[in-house]
């Protein structure tokens, strides 16, 4: 459920000097939820689909979405150094920017898609409740991108950025590990509810897509962290 208001924030004030003394787990879990604005982006574009506010996805919305995934690319690990030795660098402030403005622009302007829904049906887990939205959100990525049948390219360089910076790539990593298949029933049920925002991929979502989505992304993440 989203809740849209009628007008913008007068000011979004980011003070990179705060962020830089907080928690390094949150500027992490900023990069997981924007790590999925590219791929969502792409995927409302490339389907037509109208966004939240009922208008179409422009080009600046895709290329501010794209320079988002590309910065945390180039500089989200060297970002979460800064923020662990409580210092502000240029990579910070680049990370920062896409975490929110990139981020948040590409998403307004585009979308949400399976990364976001899947997030939300992993939430019906209590395993998951000690987790962050971020962290979710790059699992639910990973999830996304098995779906979609992704180059094993694609889904390399974003096992690799995530495991680099910290992000869950398992089900254990977003206290699944036991996970029954009552649960998972019920996670992917919530992540193709009428509303969700999956139905936005460019085929027909089922429940039982999503359940083999989740193993199947489990299973490559093991398969990678065995592979360091």
């Not at 989203?2 to 990069?31: C, E, H, K, S, W």
């Not at 962290?135 to 360089?157: N, T």
């Not at 950025?161 to 649960?183: D, H, K, Q, Y």
Request: hydrophobic share 45%; with cysteine.
């Amino acid at each position: 459920m989203f809740r849209i208001y009628r007008r913008n924030p007068d000011l979004v004030l980011v003070d990179t000097r705060v962020i830089a003394q907080g928690p390094p787990r949150l500027l992490v879990a900023g990069m997981g939820d924007a790590l999925a604005t590219w791929f969502e982006a792409k995927t409302y574009a490339d389907g037509r689909v109208r966004n939240m506010r009922g208008g179409l996805s422009t080009q600046t919305a895709l290329t501010l979405a794209e320079a988002c995934y590309r910065t945390l690319l180039e500089d989200g690990a060297d970002a979460l150094e800064a923020v662990k030795a409580k210092v502000v660098t240029p990579a910070l402030e680049r990370l920062v920017e896409a975490n929110t403005l990139l981020s948040g622009i590409g998403f307004e302007s585009s979308g949400l898609a399976a990364a976001h829904a899947i997030h939300n049906g992993l939430t019906t887990a209590r395993g998951t409740h000690d987790f962050l939205h971020g962290e979710k959100v790059a699992f639910g990525l990973l999830c996304q991108l098995v779906m979609e049948g992704q180059a094993r390219s694609v889904v390399e360089r974003v096992l690799g950025f995530a495991t680099t910076v910290g992000l869950p790539v398992t089900l254990s990593e977003i206290g699944l590990a036991g996970v029954t298949p009552a649960e998972l029933g019920l996670i992917a049920q919530r992540a193709t509810a009428r509303e969700e925002t999956i139905h936005n991929e460019p085929f027909e979502v089922t429940a039982g897509m999503v359940s083999d989505a989740i193993r199947a992304a489990d299973a490559i993440g093991r398969a990678w962290k065995r592979s360091l």
